[in-house]
């Protein structure tokens, strides 16, 4: 605790000083640590400054907890460690400690260095040990009402803060005045950081007291236009019919934004489509107002873009059975046994193609680039009048056809490898998935939807990310997109042997490129920052050359007393 009496060093000094008026005999304090924190005389120079080698009979004050009288300075027992011993400046000591609870925080000494001082010190030496206890007990009682002032402090600090994270703005009144303000009910009231709060608008919160204990909406006008708040009131003692009340204010506007945040993340979980950037919502309107059509979709995108967690987003949102659903990846089959696998066997009749298998359903066509003349042919005859061929008779069957391809399919047209009909056919609703890199805003949303599906799957205990993750995966352009993403987040998540996925468990490729751009904005231009390390590195220096603290105050182009200041506020006594 002997840093408390560091952060009262001021009072302590003036005391030290009245001491040595009154007895005419100089004083000294030091904390725990034996760092001189006030003195009077020849001592006064030596403050802020290490008693090394000079501390023996503090030390032994401090360990034992009890007052030490020393009448023949360099010749007791006690002063047998010090390099002054039988050679002491001092005529005689007497010292006590200064204790909070029992627990020794540092000493208090008186001290002769002149005969007459000697006299005084022993002339009376109960009296002066009596009032030297009592002086001791003075500088705790300061010292525990710096400690309980800065609890309060630190308790204060802890209610703003929780009040100030709320998302519901407060205000105190008492007598129609605004006694507190938190920083959600300034933004809300448009008032800034330190802006008085108008009393006009506070009026308006005033008088309330007999609303509904439920709340109500109320319109405040606050000067260039209207808004309506959702308002509680709280009277503060209700016995004593106090005027004093707390009015918590809500924005009827934010909460309808929460409400469609958890709706879209409700339907994001639901059918994969994850994301709320403006890009991924346009995708979710145009598919959501064709979901109870038929019309073809074309959706094409780069690799692991979530072309095919769009088709499925389709299917799900026209509440279509999961069975009816079926992507085929056309590049894996023979352009005979696609054919087959589309349009059925027309030797055995029994053998259904997908086509007539989805009547009412979906049906997924990926890499639609690859497939052939043929296929081509009789997929734009199937789009032109959708009927299949069944035992010699024309079928009508209704089948979404959805198109997936990561090629520019246009090029393929003017190449002669895709059919130019085709290609208007397939691709009525033309849509275009946008890679990771364009679409930041989902990449934590992505990351947590993946998480989540990892510790379902997992019998460990459940995982969540650290708060530093959000800067690693959006630091990072993924190339390879939700896929890359998702295998990311896979390893970290089988990596991390701890409930916390944090920075050190991602790939070091995505850590190289994290740590690339950190370095990149890292530059600090905090003054006391700056100046602390500079410090730091000038003790370090002497430290390492066998030379003293006070050496470093040359390099530093500053006095001793300001260098040893500045160790002691920034806390750098062991450099």
């Not at 009909?421 to 805003?441: A, C, N």
């Not at 630091?475 to 993403?485: F, M, R």
């Amino acid at each position: 605790m002997y840093v408390e009496l560091r952060e009262v060093q001021s009072t302590i000094q003036q005391i030290v000083m009245a001491i040595s008026a009154v007895l005419k005999i100089e004083v000294e304090v030091a904390d725990a640590d034996l760092f001189r924190i006030a003195g009077t005389g020849l001592i006064k120079q030596k403050i802020w400054k290490e008693m090394s080698g000079e501390d023996a009979v503090y030390r032994q004050c401090v360990e034992r907890g009890k007052t030490i009288v020393i009448d023949r300075p360099g010749f007791n027992d006690i002063c047998t460690s010090c390099p002054h011993f039988g050679n002491c400046a001092e005529h005689g000591e007497i010292c006590t400690p200064i204790k909070i609870n029992q627990q020794v925080i540092g000493v208090i000494g008186l001290i002769a260095f002149s005969v007459e001082q000697r006299e005084k010190l022993f002339g009376d030496i109960d009296a002066n040990i009596y009032f030297l206890k009592k002086m001791a007990d003075v500088i705790a009682t300061k010292v525990n009402e710096n400690i309980i002032f800065r609890q309060q402090l630190i308790a204060e600090k802890k209610i703003s803060t929780l009040v100030n994270c709320i998302d519901m703005g407060l205000l105190m009144l008492n007598h129609g005045e605004c006694e507190f303000i938190s920083k959600t009910a300034r933004k809300m009231l448009q008032l800034g950081e330190n802006e008085a709060a108008n009393p006009k608008i506070v009026a308006q919160f005033t008088g309330r007291k007999h609303i509904d204990p439920n709340g109500a909406i109320v319109w405040i006008d606050l000067g260039s236009y209207r808004k309506k708040f959702f308002i509680t009131v709280h009277q503060i003692d209700v016995l004593e019919k106090d005027e004093a009340e707390v009015v918590l204010i809500e924005d009827p506007e934010h909460i309808t934004q929460i409400a469609t945040h958890i709706t879209i993340d409700k339907q994001n979980h639901a059918t994969g489509l994850i994301g709320s950037s403006t890009a991924i919502l346009n995708i979710k309107q145009i598919l959501l107002k064709i979901k109870d059509e038929s019309i073809p979709i074309l959706i094409t995108g780069e690799d692991g873009t979530g072309k095919t967690f769009a088709a499925h987003f389709v299917h799900t949102t026209a509440n279509k059975p999961e069975d009816m659903y079926r992507k085929i990846n056309v590049s894996y089959y023979s352009e005979d046994d696609l054919n087959q696998l589309l349009f059925g066997d027309r030797t055995n009749p029994s053998k259904k193609g997908y086509l007539e298998k989805l009547d009412g359903g979906t049906l997924v066509l990926d890499e639609i680039d690859r497939i052939g003349q043929s296929t081509q042919l009789l997929l734009n005859k199937f789009l032109s009048d959708k009927l299949i061929e069944k035992n010699g008779q024309a079928m009508k069957v209704n089948v979404r056809l959805i198109s997936v391809t990561n090629k520019n399919l246009m090029d393929f047209v003017q190449r002669g490898r895709f059919r130019q009909d085709l290609y208007y056919k397939i691709g009525v609703v033309p849509i275009f998935m946008p890679p990771l890199r364009e679409r930041k805003s989902d990449i934590m949303m992505l990351a947590d939807y993946f998480l989540n599906l990892l510790n379902l799957n997992a019998e460990s205990v459940r995982k969540t990310f650290a708060r530093q993750i959000q800067d690693v995966v959006g630091a990072y352009d993924w190339p390879g997109n939700i896929q890359e993403l998702y295998n990311a987040v896979a390893y970290a998540f089988s990596v991390s042997d701890e409930p916390v996925i944090r920075v050190e468990h991602f790939p070091d490729y995505l850590l190289e490129k994290y740590h690339s751009r950190m370095k990149q904005s890292s530059q600090n231009f905090n003054l006391q920052t700056i100046e602390r390390d500079t410090i730091k590195k000038a003790l370090i220096k002497v430290k390492s050359e066998g030379k003293k603290k006070e050496e470093a105050a040359a390099l530093l182009g500053i006095g001793r007393a300001t260098l040893f200041r500045k160790i002691s506020e920034y806390r750098l006594n062991n450099q």
